[in-house]
């Protein structure tokens, strides 16, 4: 019973340690600020050292908190893992499954799978974070990470479950107010909606090289996919927007991709599942399944966009 105590003290250290706050932990476990701080308490006296610095105004760890939050983090996920895989050789889809994902893609394609998992699958609790955040699926306990672009080399496992690439698109009634541009040029003379911020291949600033863009008027400025989306379904602009997330529209009628002859099309590099577990458990396989039964084969949003006709204004 000793050791079961020390690491339910161990997880409550840990959630302690990330949100800087008893009553933050408190609220999330249903507990009383009091009960967590005990525990904590308890777990200093077990190891006869002070883990955080504590103040009125802040909570902070110590060096040897610093020490123990590196190990207990990989503690815990190679218990979770341990349980899981164990629960997994009965094929039982059970307990608590936590997904991180991107928030503009989890509204189009998660959330909307997730009645008929929950059907399957009844004692399935499903955790989901929605984040731009690139997470860690060891470090922050996810069993299921989505990603959406070209994802760096490491240990984690992957698995491509549709195509990812950048489109530019206009609503109808824009095109009939402002034009069709054909050129870099003249996209220079449109309202643009862009990424705020944006620091990579995801903005109009990087199309290009982005000279032309130097003079250009920029009506909209968001860090949400789903708000730049609505605003181009308006007619506010000409938007730079996530084929997932546009192609629906686009097969439609309700957006129209452009294409310009100067400009070099964006490439396909993918939506991914990511786990840290070499091996998926039952948990894993049905959301996985559920998600790739949402999503299709080829995707729906590909599948929409070659409905249409094509691009409009790739020649003169």
Not at 24 to 47: D, W
Not at 101 to 110: E, I, K, T
Not at 169 to 194: F, K, M, N, Q
Request: hydrophobic share 45%; aromatic share 6%.
């Amino acid at each position: 019973m000793k050791a079961v105590k020390f690491a339910e003290n161990l997880s409550i250290f840990v959630d302690v340690a990330r949100a800087q706050s008893f009553s933050e932990v408190a609220r999330r476990r249903g507990m009383v600020a009091s009960s967590v701080a005990r525990q904590i308490g308890a777990l200093e006296s077990e190891l006869q050292v002070p883990l955080f610095l504590r103040s009125t105004r802040a909570l902070a760890l110590t060096e040897a908190g610093e020490v123990l939050y590196e190990r207990a983090v990989k503690i815990l996920h190679d218990m979770t893992e341990a349980r899981s895989e164990v629960i997994s050789l009965e094929q039982s889809v059970q307990g608590q499954l936590r997904v991180s994902c991107l928030p503009a893609f989890a509204r189009r394609y998660v959330v909307p799978m997730l009645p008929r998992l929950g059907l399957r699958h009844p004692q399935l609790r499903v955790e989901l974070e929605l984040t731009e955040r690139v997470v860690d699926p060891v470090v922050e306990r996810m069993d299921v990470v989505v990603r959406v672009g070209q994802q760096p080399d490491s240990s984690l496992i992957g698995q491509r479950i549709g195509s990812h690439r950048y489109l530019i698109c206009a609503a109808p009634s824009y095109l009939e107010r402002h034009g069709v541009p054909r050129t870099l040029a003249d996209l220079a003379r449109h309202r643009l909606i862009d990424r705020r911020h944006s620091t990579s291949v995801r903005g109009w600033r990087e199309v290009g090289g982005g000279l032309w863009a130097q003079d250009a008027r920029f009506v909209l400025e968001c860090d949400d996919c789903d708000a730049r989306r609505q605003a181009a379904l308006e007619g506010l602009g000409i938007a730079l927007m996530p084929n997932w997330s546009a192609g629906p529209d686009i097969g439609a009628g309700r957006l129209v991709q452009l294409a310009l002859r100067d400009a070099v099309p964006a490439p396909d590099s993918g939506i991914y599942l990511l786990r840290a577990m070499p091996r998926a458990n039952a948990r894993i396989r049905a959301f996985t399944e559920a998600l790739r039964q949402q999503v299709g084969s080829p995707s729906v949003w590909d599948v929409a966009i070659d409905s249409v006709a094509g691009p409009v204004a790739r020649s003169a």
